[in-house]
């Protein structure tokens, strides 16, 4: 029967070539077939505060969206085509920087002394490097160059003039402090200052005494968490910091595991508030023990650091957050807090206030 053994030998090569397809996919994580079923996700915020729907003329709104959707897609497709968690971070931090609408880059606070002075973070999930920035003046996108001490440097953390030497040496282009003006900055400044001219004492009492004031001026930092198709998260933080600082005050924001954390085996972080509370309660990194040590899931972990524990601390802000399987926690404790999302479905999320 010569047919009926052909039949036979063809069946058996056809099974073996289906196994080793199947071993292929299992063992080759970047294959295509994996890739097409991984999930990707991207959050970002920009900023939390006193944001009041009631307070917001609907073209400033409408700005706030559009401009948080571009950045958002501007991740998205990084990751949707296979780009890097990192890529994805940075490239969409520098989207918001580059606007005058958030406290980073473009649109960043004034200090006491009138000047900006700008601090930024970014960490790699997949192998816990990470490099920040802080008290820079000349440098247009701050997350690129604390993205360059991570990659470029040995070190975690570069500050002032040191910090703009190293990006200068490697190629980062520096600009005039002016770039950095906006009116709406500046006005800001001379409220507050008219207001510490009223109390004179808040000056040299810690920022908290100047912070319950029904405005979003001091908040507005900007922060991406992404999780790409290889499995691997990232999270970057960026901001002007806190109007009126002064004595070259750094709050959390390039603080690893305050404002920026992230590990491939639980979460991303980034946060956004009042400096001060979030490096004390080492928040971006307690949410992620949260996950390692006791097993929580990320919205139970994110949920408590922020609802729970900063608030009884009495501190105000929120944290965006993405786990290894796309999950997507926002929690926040004030009125609002300027955040976008894309999850499994694809779908742009954009959101201001409690909702
Ligand atoms: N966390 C930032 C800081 O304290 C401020 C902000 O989030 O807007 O510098």
């Not at 030998?9 to 077939?33: D, H, K, N, W």
């Not at 944001?51 to 959707?69: D, G, H």
Request: net charge positive; with cysteine; proline share 4%.
């Amino acid at each position: 029967m010569p047919h009926k053994k052909f039949f036979h030998r063809r069946l058996i090569l056809v099974t073996l070539l289906i196994m080793i397809g199947v071993l292929v996919m299992i063992y080759f994580p970047g294959s295509e077939a994996q890739s097409a079923a991984a999930p990707v996700g991207i959050v970002i915020h920009g900023g939390a505060g006193t944001i009041l729907k009631k307070n917001m003329p609907p073209e400033k709104e409408k700005a706030y969206r559009e401009k948080l959707t571009e950045a958002l897609m501007v991740g998205y497709e990084i990751l949707r085509n296979g780009g890097s968690s990192l890529d994805a971070v940075e490239k969409t931090i520098r989207v918001m920087e580059d606007s005058p609408l958030f406290n980073a880059g473009k649109g960043a606070v004034f200090t006491n002394a009138g000047t900006n002075e700008l601090d930024a973070s970014i960490m790699d999930g997949r192998t816990l490097n990470a490099g920040a920035i802080a008290g820079v003046k000349h440098v247009k996108n701050p997350i690129s160059l604390a993205r360059l001490v991570m990659e470029k440097s040995r070190h975690v953390m570069l500050t002032g003039d040191g910090a703009e030497a190293f990006g200068k040496l490697n190629g980062v282009a520096l600009v005039d402090p002016k770039y950095f003006f906006t009116k709406r900055r500046w006005q800001q400044l001379q409220k507050l200052k008219a207001r510490q001219r009223e109390h004179p004492k808040s000056e040299i009492e810690p920022p908290v005494q100047l912070d319950h004031d029904g405005d979003d001026h001091k908040f507005g930092t900007v922060g991406v968490a992404a999780l790409d198709k290889h499995g691997n998260l990232a999270a970057g933080t960026s901001t002007g910091g806190m109007t009126n600082k002064r004595w070259g005050r750094v709050g959390d924001s390039p603080v690893i595991g305050a404002g920026t954390y992230a590990n491939n085996q639980t979460c991303a972080v980034s946060a956004t508030g009042h400096g001060e509370y979030f490096i004390r309660g080492a928040i971006a990194h307690d949410i992620s023990a949260m996950m390692a040590y006791g097993g929580a899931s990320l919205q139970e972990a994110a949920h408590h650091v922020i609802m729970e524990k900063l608030t009884e601390m009495g501190g105000t802000g929120g944290v965006i957050a993405i786990d290894q399987k796309g999950n997507i926690a926002m929690p926040f404790n004030t009125a609002g807090m300027y955040r976008a999302y894309i999850g499994g479905n694809g779908k742009p999320v954009v959101k201001i206030y409690k909702e």
